[in-house]
């Protein structure tokens, strides 16, 4: 079994930053793709960023493209999220997953491993 375990969220005001890490564990499989998903109340879980594990290319949501930034760290089998200039809107839960699949995937569905979520808050 394969464990996400994400940490970095809380509360901050609009215009702050946040960085999001995600360490992965337990049995090696073939992770083809890191990415980073996040679900506000109400509505469905969206993709943010994602990342393919071998080359380091990441993929962008065109919502937070220019403000967050998806990284890893080979050695610490862990992702990153670096969240800047953050709005209100951000507000949701981030999960962290992990795929098998290649192409890099934006859909959910495509990502067998799920983190257990880490709340963000922007307050205005």
């Known amino acids: 079994q394969v464990q996400l375990v994400e940490s970095g969220g809380g509360l901050v005001q609009a215009g702050g930053s946040l960085r999001l890490s995600c360490a992965a564990s337990g049995r090696t499989f073939s992770r083809a793709a890191m990415g980073w998903f996040r679900q506000a109340p109400g509505k469905e879980r969206e993709f943010v960023a994602a990342?393919?594990?071998?080359?380091?290319?990441?993929y962008i949501a065109d919502s937070v493209k220019g403000r967050f930034t998806i990284s890893r760290d080979n050695a610490k089998n862990t992702v990153y999220l670096q969240m800047n200039s953050l709005k209100p809107e951000d507000t949701a839960v981030y999960y962290c997953a992990a795929s098998n699949v290649l192409p890099v995937q934006t859909l959910p569905n495509k990502y067998a491993y799920w983190g257990q979520g880490t709340q963000v808050t922007v307050s205005s």
């Open positions: 990342i393919r594990w071998s080359t380091g290319i990441t």
